[in-house]
């Protein structure tokens, strides 16, 4: 089992409120990564870290943001949450290198907007 | 466009039985291919990284293959049990960043039945 969480597992919230999804990793890893996953779909990269204040959007165009403060904390905010934004949001996190680095995934988390 | 296929879509299997999944691939440049395990509502679990000179690679019951010519990759699982139940997802890297981005197949879903 890898060390990294996820926080909440389930949230069910409103339209219009603002959320955080929480990531963590004990692992000292310095790229991060958040994928969007559908049911019965592909994970989509919508952002991505190589370390401490460095943040890039992925390939999937998203309305969130992150943030990268600390090495193992990687958090994701939707300003204004809306009924699209319903999915699975996944964080990964891997080391840096040239080798071929596995990328740990936490347990996810299922966001529904109402 | 890089992309990743898997087939079937979803498979139904009894318990101790063999099955063998396919992933082809278009990713270029190839730098590695994973299969991943994933149980509804969880994060995806690595079970093989083969990168372009191996062509088979074990893991217990699981055996993934690669054949970087034909950009082809198997995953057989020997002697089911109830807990395969689940979605194996195939992922291919590419070598052209330096993030060594990761293509995901949609999975197969497979339900080992008793």
């Known amino acids: 089992e890898a060390d990294i969480y996820q926080t909440p597992r389930y949230l069910v919230i409103g339209t219009g409120k603002k959320i955080t999804l929480e990531c963590s990793q004990t692992m000292g890893h310095d790229k991060m990564y958040w994928y969007q996953q559908d049911p019965g779909m592909e994970l989509h990269l919508i952002h991505y870290?190589?370390?401490?204040?460095?943040?890039e959007k992925g390939d999937l165009s998203s309305e969130s943001t992150v943030s990268r403060i600390r090495t193992e904390h990687f958090p994701l905010t939707l300003e204004s949450a809306r009924p699209s934004h319903t999915s699975q949001y996944l964080c990964?996190?891997?080391?840096?290198?040239?080798?071929?680095?596995?990328?740990?995934f936490g347990p996810g988390t299922r966001l529904t907007v109402t | 466009k890089n992309q990743v296929e898997q087939s079937p879509q979803s498979l139904i299997i009894l318990e101790g039985k063999n099955c063998t999944l396919q992933?082809?691939?278009?990713?270029?440049?190839?730098?590695?291919l994973r299969w991943y395990k994933q149980d509804t509502g969880r994060g995806p679990v690595s079970l093989t990284i083969?990168?372009?000179?191996?062509n088979t690679k074990s893991n217990g019951r699981y055996t993934a293959t690669l054949d970087a010519d034909t950009k082809q990759s198997s995953l057989h699982i020997t002697a089911s049990q109830l807990s395969d139940s689940a979605s194996y997802i195939c992922v291919v890297s590419d070598r052209g960043s330096t993030l060594g981005r990761l293509y995901f197949g949609r999975g197969t879903q497979l339900t080992v039945w008793p």
């Open positions: 083969m990168t372009f000179s191996e």
């Open positions: 870290s190589y370390g401490v204040n460095s943040t």
């Open positions: 992933c082809n691939y278009t990713v270029s440049p190839f730098s590695n």
């Open positions: 990964a996190s891997s080391e840096s290198g040239t080798g071929t680095y596995e990328q740990y």
